[in-house]
């Protein structure tokens, strides 16, 4: 059987100016993954009648199915909906289903139903549409010669909503889609040249296995996936994971989709330990990641961001001769700022970052992309000596990263 | 004359399965309306000769200009020349010149030479190579009947360099581009419906310019284009700008592509004034984003993230008796954490954020998204209730955006 095929078509002038990015269609292409519809084409284009018509119309000679996002807003002058009428050859009439449920969104928002919302309900016969509970634009369906065309609105939240809670389901009930079968292993620390190097004895003995090798700022993701309805197909997958797994085991902080902070809360969580952390270099960076996790407020104690000297001596006793001899960008103060924010907070663990994020401030003997990083446990410690690159921010996030990686490794006894 | 315009075409596997977001279509957009060539459709395919061939295809058909993406890499499998070939149809051949390059490169960076890295001097006989000083893949243009075709890698530090330093300056010289003239407004605290019917009035008097509304986390983008070279109209365009500043003149925290951060930190220089702040709610938000503007150190002094009680006596000496009374999330915590923490760290300003981030935390007279923000400067103080959302990290976003254009406001004495 042939594989079946999906297009985005993204209708958004914002788009194309640039001035939006455009994640929507990134989001689509991930959930229509995970149920086995890869995305093979992506098509934005202006909102403008000839270029709807065009657009749909080639993705009708390729694609199996077609998701439309943007172009259903409530403004008079929009053209896609009597576009769409004229695409599949239907009229436009008044929904009263529809109608009823843009009289309930703005009821139960206190606003007044005008001319331009009652428009809304005016829709082409199309062959089914879909509730929208976060906006007043239904979304529209229509099926043609065994190829579906979703038709959604462009705001983010709306169009989440449909494809999540009813385009993903419509989509399996419908296609014959054979499953697809998705692993994951995050790494960290291991340059991307070197990783393909050490792995591609293991890779090779599974050609049938799609791999993908995705560096991020923190590290590179490695990515496998199989498209298979055999559950021995499903068990090389898990076994080449397991090898993998096997030859780089430090350097895997996670195999779900979630990041680094997640990981070390709940390191913290399940050994019952606490928190706290005394910030130079990046700035409250790492207090902000920690606390992006819900329930964080357990394990984190709080965080002093110290940008002065006066403040590291004042808050985090770090000694005026350590300034005097060693400098604020130096393994002696990043140690006493380590121990100054545990015993101050009264912590089992702590993180300290002192360096020079730039583009100012660099000196003779240390330039910009320096970092001196603490990390400490009851009484064991690690400080390490980093050299980043030159800009500010990714200075920020990279050394955030690598104090919360220093101490997901203390607390697995890593090295 | 026709306004020319450009397509852009992505080839990107990661692109389409959703793991990458496409931010190089964003750049170059935005790149090319600066100078007055719109991009009018953004392709996206996989690395397949058929695809690559049918999108040059149709590209050829529309476009004045194609810029192309991917597919470049030192790959040995990489089919993308060998198609550029095809469809241009010319031949193959080791370019001297890039040769140099590569061997320069790497060189530069202790890397051997291997057949692959040969390899990337092999190339389409184009009419003109763009040379890559931040890796080994050239760009490649054609010229065919008045149409342009860039052809650059994918790596977004490659690309970005590749047209910001040659092909933008390329297309001024062999295009006749009518000036487009661009302005912008950053607003915040304005609804976008109210905004639009407030200034309405004002917009309908000058159709000729385009106006968008670019909703964003912290508020609405307004901007402003005209293409033109008639200085008239730039007159024009200047007029309705200064009209809608005035109309909304609070409400504007720019007209330039920085954000509050910067605006807060370029009125603390100013008015020479030291700033520190207290976070609970926010978690080392504030600080972050102060922190990411180059040279913060000469009015950002520290940020204490005091997310527990005892944090939040013991460093900012807030009382333990209005804890009990009126609990950590009130307006009179955040007032004594804005002057404990203006206090402690002798700074002239100070700002402090107390809440319910979600999706825990809530009691049954304090909900979820419930804030209280405090800022002050010398003896001035203002403290305001919120009441955000549900959503963690947009309730952080917005606390901290709160907090700093609360003390934006303080600084310049709005209300």
């Keep these: 059987m042939k594989p079946q095929r999906a297009e985005i078509i993204s209708i958004g002038n914002e788009v194309l100016a640039g001035y939006t990015v455009n994640t929507n269609a990134t989001y689509i292409s991930r959930q229509l993954m995970s149920i086995g519809l890869p995305v093979h084409w992506v098509t934005t284009i202006a909102d403008e009648q000839e270029e709807i018509l065009r657009a749909l119309q080639t993705a009708s000679t390729r694609a199996d199915v077609v998701l439309i996002t943007g172009g259903l807003g409530p403004t008079p002058d929009d053209i896609t909906k009597k576009t769409i009428s004229e695409f599949f050859h239907v ?69 989440k909503y449909m494809v999540r809670e009813f385009i993903v389901n419509d989509l399996k009930k419908t296609l014959h889609l054979i499953p697809v079968h998705n692993r994951l292993l995050r790494t960290i620390g291991f340059p991307e040249s070197f990783l393909l190097q050490r792995l591609n004895p293991i890779l090779k003995k599974y050609p049938q296995i799609q791999i993908a090798f995705l560096p991020r700022q923190i590290g590179v993701d490695l990515r496998f996936r199989i498209t298979t309805e055999q559950r021995r197909e499903v068990e090389k997958l898990d076994r080449l994971v397991q090898l993998i797994r096997e030859e780089i085991s430090e350097y895997i902080f996670t195999d779900q989709e979630i990041e680094l902070e997640e990981v070390l809360g709940q390191l913290l969580s399940e050994q019952k330990l606490t928190v706290s952390v005394a910030e130079s270099f990046s700035g409250g960076l790492i207090g902000d990641l920690l606390t992006n996790i819900p329930g964080s407020s357990v394990y984190f104690l709080g965080d002093l961001v110290t940008y002065s000297n006066a403040s590291k001596m004042q808050l985090l006793n770090v000694q005026k001769s350590t300034l005097e001899k060693f400098g604020a960008v130096s393994k002696q103060t990043a140690v006493e700022m380590v121990r100054g924010v545990q015993q101050l907070m009264h912590s089992d663990c702590s993180m300290a970052t002192t360096g020079i994020a730039g583009p100012g401030g660099a000196t003779e003997t240390k330039p910009v992309g320096l970092a001196y990083i603490a990390v400490r446990c009851k009484d064991k410690e690690i400080v390490k000596e980093f050299h980043f690159g030159s800009e500010r921010r990714v200075n920020k996030r990279r050394g955030a990263n690598s104090a919360m990686e220093l101490l997901r490794r203390l607390l697995l006894n890593i090295e």
Excluded: W
């Design 91 to 159: 009229g436009m009439a008044i929904n009263s289903e529809v109608l009823k449920d843009v009289k309930r969104f703005l009821k139960e928002r206190d606003r007044p139903l005008t001319e331009i919302n009652k428009q809304q309900a005016l829709l082409p016969l199309c062959d089914a549409y879909i509730r929208n509970p976060r906006g007043t634009a239904p979304g529209l369906i229509f099926r043609r010669e065994k190829r579906h065309f979703y038709f959604m609105p462009g705001v983010p939240d709306e169009m």
